[in-house]
């Protein structure tokens, strides 16, 4: 069973520059999920999907994050324009159904803002 | 909201002997779930064990168990006969009774060494 596969793997840009990350979940998992993780913390939710619906995106920074699941499939997420503060590993994760499931991780997106 | 503190930035223990991690957390709610996530250098964060709240016999998977302390809020991961592939972050984490949003710990360093 192939796992949750993202793209890039690193990204380096400058402060007010624009990025897309993006992620193919498990087939046939239905919730997806964003997760920031900055250096030395815990991840963070930014949003959760279920199927192609937003559940969650309270902790999203919508002046400047956004994030879309077209057809409950692939997602995208996009900061524009980004911070310093933005450098983190950007995770993403997908689960067979919305509870609580054992959530499965990609290799995450590292990146550093200049 | 939910939070949850893991006090141990670092650890080291020693080939085939045992180490207990420690995890507690703060919630109002009476149901709930805890997991213990495994995030080694490669950082593809992988489950290691998941305890409900209403179940008070502690999880067990192989060299990984937990102590669930539910009026302490207190859930410990001890690891037996530490192997060198034990050699991760880990984050203890927790998500309400529908599962929804996992919220991690700050995570804590273990090493493993021969």
């Known amino acids: 069973e192939a796992g949750v596969a993202q793209s890039p793997r690193y990204k380096i840009i400058e402060k007010r520059q624009s990025v897309a990350f993006w992620c193919n979940p498990i087939?046939?998992?239905?919730?997806l999920y964003w997760y920031q993780q900055i250096l030395g913390q815990g991840p963070k939710l930014l949003i959760q999907?279920?199927?192609?619906?937003?559940?969650?995106d309270s902790q999203l920074p919508k002046d400047r994050f956004s994030a879309e699941r077209l057809k409950g499939v692939d997602s995208t997420l996009k900061i524009q324009p980004a911070k310093l503060e933005d450098s983190a590993v950007y995770l993403c994760?997908?689960?067979?159904?919305?509870?609580?499931?054992?959530?499965?991780f990609g290799p995450g997106t590292r990146l550093t803002v200049t | 909201a939910q939070t949850v503190t893991q006090s141990q930035p670092e650890m080291s223990v020693q080939e085939a002997e045992t180490v207990t991690l420690s995890c507690t957390y703060d919630?109002?709610?009476?149901?709930?779930?805890l997991f213990w996530y495994k995030q080694p250098p490669s950082r593809q964060m992988i489950l290691v064990i998941r305890q409900e709240a209403y179940k008070q016999q502690n999880a067990t998977e192989n060299r990984f168990s937990v102590n669930f302390q539910k009026a302490a809020k207190s859930f410990s991961l001890k690891i037996s006969d530490s192997q060198l592939g034990d050699t991760a972050m880990y984050f203890c984490?927790?998500?309400?009774?529908?599962?929804?949003?996992?919220?991690f710990g700050g995570g804590t360093r273990l090493m493993v060494k021969p």
């Open positions: 999907f279920q199927n192609n619906g937003v559940v969650d």
């Open positions: 919630t109002s709610e009476s149901n709930y779930y």
């Open positions: 087939s046939g998992h239905a919730t």
């Open positions: 984490a927790f998500s309400d009774n529908a599962g929804n949003m996992l919220t």
């Open positions: 994760a997908s689960s067979l159904l919305r509870g609580p499931y054992e959530q499965y």
